[in-house]
């Protein structure tokens, strides 16, 4: 190569070898330097997301009570509604045999004590007939005047008992209505029951939902909990490692330097040898 080619190489090489180890010092001096405001940053950062996450957990913590009272009571009321259910079938059975003895039974007890009453007003005719035959016989001496005659008596007791058939199947018609009232109301009753048993089962979701944001927000938190203690060590170690790769750097440009004055000087030693 030309003496005066080398030369140029040689001091290219020095002049570049120089700007490389002064930038290489300036590195490591901004590594460094930069280092605690980096972690100052950081830090900051990590706190305002500890400060989002309490916030969060807190907002969950107070959800998560409105929605196990709101549970609670959806609870207290499906058992109310069951009860209330249970308890409008019973008043139907109830209304329904009430509606069947009256209409029934006391229906035809009555019937069965007129029929007897027109028996028994049929044998106390004969009777009055009987006795009126016999106390219109002179030598008998018998007086026989009872005002109102048997019969009619009897005949008055039995119509006494027609108004109470009446009353009876108005009365009869009127729990067979509330019978099917009841009915309606157990029917609605259960459809409500129902849709709270629903309810029930999208709180009870909805809880387990919950529970499950607030574990990930805690995991969360153990994290930047860690991170916030390791910070320091670990930025530390990311300028030491950029530090070594720079001192790597400051190694290959130190012997770049030196065969740049290797390429200077080698012309040098070279004169006397031609001499």
């Known amino acids: 190569m030309n003496p005066a080619a080398k030369k140029l190489v040689g001091l290219v090489m020095i002049c570049l070898s120089v700007l490389g180890l002064l930038l290489s010092i300036f590195l490591v001096v901004e590594v460094w330097r930069l280092r605690q405001p980096v972690i100052n940053g950081l830090q900051v950062g990590l706190d305002h997301a500890t400060s989002l996450l309490e916030t969060t957990d807190e907002g ?59 028996s028994a007003q049929a044998s106390a005719a004969v009777i009055d007939n009987l006795l009126g ?62 849709k709270v048993k629903t309810i029930n089962q999208n709180l009870s979701q909805a809880r387990l939902t919950i529970a499950n944001y607030r574990s990930q927000v805690n995991s969360l938190k153990e994290s930047v909990s860690k991170a916030k203690a390791n910070l320091a060590a670990w930025i530390t170690g990311v300028a030491a490692i950029l530090t070594i790769i720079v001192l790597l750097l400051v190694i290959l440009q130190v012997a770049i330097l030196l065969q740049g004055f290797t390429l200077l000087t080698q012309d040098k030693t070279e004169e006397p040898v031609r001499d």
């Open 60 to 118: 969950l913590s107070i959800i998560d009570q409105v929605v196990s009272n709101v549970y609670s009571s959806t609870l207290y009321l499906d058992d109310a509604t069951k009860a209330l259910a249970q308890t409008m079938q019973s008043s139907s059975g109830f209304f329904d045999s009430a509606g069947s003895f009256v209409g029934e039974d006391l229906m035809t007890t009555i019937t069965n004590t007129q029929t007897a009453l027109t």
């Open 133 to 194: 035959s016999l106390s219109s016989i002179p030598f008998i001496g018998l007086s026989y005047d009872p005002g109102t005659p048997l019969n009619s008596a009897i005949g008055d007791v039995s119509a006494s008992l027609d108004p109470v058939q009446n009353s009876l199947k108005s009365f009869q018609k009127s729990l067979d209505t509330t019978q099917q009232n009841m009915l309606v109301l157990s029917d609605q009753i259960n459809a409500l029951n129902s």
